[in-house]
């Protein structure tokens, strides 16, 4: 699974894409956490949830934002390189990536977007109070990478014979 991102990301297009999917996704969750906090400021965040929980929260957007720009390059490359459909996939992933924009937030404030739906406080009747939703968040965002990545190796290995450019891209695999 990382030989495949690693081989892939040293292309300058696909190393661009990630970037850019990490920079969106981790503006939206700090956003998402600070909107409904007064004066807009992480401090307060901190102040009204505990430095621990603020520094986890945090963490946890960031490595769900680096997740969500792997996975959104893969599959950017398979629809370039291989042109294959994989089901499973796309529902890990997505739901990955909706879970952590779901869980971005303050939880004593109310969500932004869980208060869309009616339920602004739902994350403080949690007992970690939204962290387990990040948490499971990035376990989607994990098994989406290797589901797309196994799917990568097979479809390449099928199309190695076929194709010589395949060919050079899975001897570096």
């Given at each position: 699974?990382?030989?495949?991102?690693?081989?892939?990301?040293?292309?300058?297009?696909?190393?661009?894409?990630?970037?850019?999917?990490?920079?969106?996704?981790?503006?939206?969750?700090y956003y998402?956490?600070?909107?409904?906090?007064?004066?807009?400021?992480?401090?307060?965040?901190?102040?009204?949830?505990g430095a621990?929980?603020?520094?986890?929260?945090?963490?946890?957007?960031?490595?769900?934002?680096?997740?969500?720009?792997?996975?959104?390059?893969?599959?950017?490359?398979?629809?370039?390189?291989?042109?294959?459909?994989?089901?499973?996939?796309?529902?890990?992933?997505?739901?990955?990536?909706?879970?952590?924009?779901?869980?971005?937030?303050?939880?004593?404030?109310?969500?932004?977007?869980?208060?869309?739906?009616?339920?602004?406080?739902?994350?403080?009747?949690?007992?970690?109070?939204?962290?387990?939703?990040?948490?499971?968040?990035?376990?989607?965002?994990?098994?989406?990478?290797?589901?797309?990545?196994?799917?990568?190796?097979?479809?390449?290995?099928?199309?190695?014979?076929?194709?010589?450019?395949?060919?050079?891209?899975?001897?570096?695999?």
């Open positions: 699974m990382f030989k495949i991102l690693s081989v892939i990301l040293k292309k300058k297009k696909y190393a661009i894409i990630t970037l850019m999917a990490v920079i969106i996704m981790a503006a939206s969750s998402l956490t600070v909107v409904n906090v007064y004066h807009k400021s992480i401090f307060v965040f901190a102040d009204m949830n621990l929980f603020t520094i986890i929260s945090l963490v946890l957007g960031l490595v769900i934002a680096v997740l969500s720009g792997f996975y959104l390059t893969l599959v950017v490359f398979r629809r370039d390189v291989i042109k294959a459909k994989a089901a499973g996939n796309k529902t890990a992933g997505l739901g990955g990536m909706a879970a952590g924009l779901i869980a971005s937030g303050c939880p004593s404030c109310g969500t932004p977007l869980l208060g869309l739906a009616g339920m602004p406080l739902a994350l403080f009747s949690l007992p970690f109070k939204g962290l387990e939703l990040k948490i499971l968040s990035a376990g989607f965002l994990i098994l989406g990478i290797f589901l797309i990545s196994k799917n990568i190796k097979k479809n390449l290995i099928g199309q190695c014979s076929v194709n010589p450019p395949i060919a050079k891209l899975i001897n570096a695999i």
